[in-house]
């Protein structure tokens, strides 16, 4: 995690600060200004009307935003905040577009919402920020572009074209380094479909951590992650017993298989993503 340096100013902002005080800190911490309102396009998208005003955030909040997003929610809401099957479009939230610097939005990260299938998520403010940082940006672009539209609405999920498809999961996608059609993925259409074969392809539920484990007298252990928390390591060896020690008392190093899809995620463009998803769905 990139440590945050703060140098606070405390003009100004009092107001402010008396309530959100570390937000504000970390918005003051960022030196070079993005660019200014006035800068960004001005074509909106239906009725929305001119682009929401909010404070500026830089390219690295935004981008550091973006890389938590796609961990923390686009699961959710899709990988450009666009919606997806269980979270509401951001893009087109009104919370959101009246959202001045993260005071709404980190209340919904706070549980607000927790009752209707939003989850409280305990972030520390900087990466709070960054979060609303990217949040914002997406709905800036989503409402200044027309067409081409974001997101995972049902309607999308059959714009792909699968023959651009095949070539990216086979090309640039690098998916066959661990994927191929008529192996591990053979079928996978009769398996799911619809939004849940996207997030499937985009961060597979299924997948299983495994850990590799160093006693602290010398014995070695490989298998699948069970149990893991601040204190304790829980795994099934080959033989399928289960072992747990305290974390502390041992070395280890967790691997997640699907890691790769995180890095993919990030690599997509959404014509990607639809081409892939077409492709994916030929898999029957
Ligand atoms: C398990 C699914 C899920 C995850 C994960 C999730 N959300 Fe949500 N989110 C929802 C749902 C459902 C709602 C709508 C709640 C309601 O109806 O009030 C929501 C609402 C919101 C809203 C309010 C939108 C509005 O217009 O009212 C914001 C902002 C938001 N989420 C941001 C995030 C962010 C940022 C993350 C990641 C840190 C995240 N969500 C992760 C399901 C999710
Ligand atoms: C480094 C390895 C790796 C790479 C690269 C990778 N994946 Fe995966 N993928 C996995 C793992 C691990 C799973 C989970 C397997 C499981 O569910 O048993 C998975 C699951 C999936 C699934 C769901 C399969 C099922 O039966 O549920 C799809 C679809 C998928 N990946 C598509 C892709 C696509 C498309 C790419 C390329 C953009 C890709 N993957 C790249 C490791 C990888």
Redesign the pocket.
């Known amino acids: 995690m990139r440590p945050m340096t703060t140098r606070i100013k405390l003009t100004c902002v009092a107001v402010v600060a008396a309530a959100y005080p570390v937000l504000v800190a970390t918005m003051q911490a960022a030196p070079q200004a993005a660019a200014p309102q006035s800068g960004k396009p001005t074509i909106t998208v239906g009725s929305q009307g001119p682009l929401p005003v909010h404070a500026t955030f830089t390219k690295e909040q935004i981008n550091d935003g973006s890389g938590?997003?796609l961990q923390?929610?686009a699961?959710?809401?899709g990988k450009d905040?666009g919606g997806?099957e269980?979270?509401?479009d951001?893009t087109r939230?009104?919370?959101?577009a009246s959202?001045k610097e993260g005071e709404?939005?980190s209340e919904?990260?706070h549980g607000s919402?927790v009752g209707?299938?939003?989850?409280r998520?305990d972030?520390p403010n900087a990466q709070v920020m960054w979060?609303v940082a990217y949040?914002h940006s997406q709905q800036d672009a989503a409402m200044s572009q027309t067409g081409d539209r974001k997101g995972v609405d049902e309607s999308d999920l059959h714009t792909g074209n699968a023959t651009l498809g095949k070539a990216y999961f086979e090309g640039p996608g690098g998916c066959t380094r661990c994927h191929s059609a008529t192996g591990n993925l053979a079928g996978v259409a009769t398996r799911y479909s619809g939004l849940k074969l996207e997030e499937q392809m985009l961060y597979p539920e299924s997948s299983k951590a495994s850990v590799s484990v160093r006693t602290a007298s010398g014995q070695s252990f490989k298998g699948p992650l069970e149990y893991q928390d601040e204190f304790t390591i829980g795994m099934r060896d080959g033989s399928g017993t289960y072992h747990s020690w305290p974390a502390a008392a041992i070395t280890y190093t967790v691997s997640d298989p699907a890691q790769a899809h995180v890095v993919a995620l990030a690599r997509y463009t959404d014509a990607d993503i639809h081409n892939v998803l077409a492709y994916i769905q030929t898999l029957k």
Do not use: E, Q, T
């Open positions: 938590l997003f923390n929610c699961f959710c809401h905040a997806g269980s979270g509401p951001l939230s009104k919370l959101v959202d709404k939005i919904v990260l919402r209707k299938g939003m989850p998520f972030l979060l949040v």
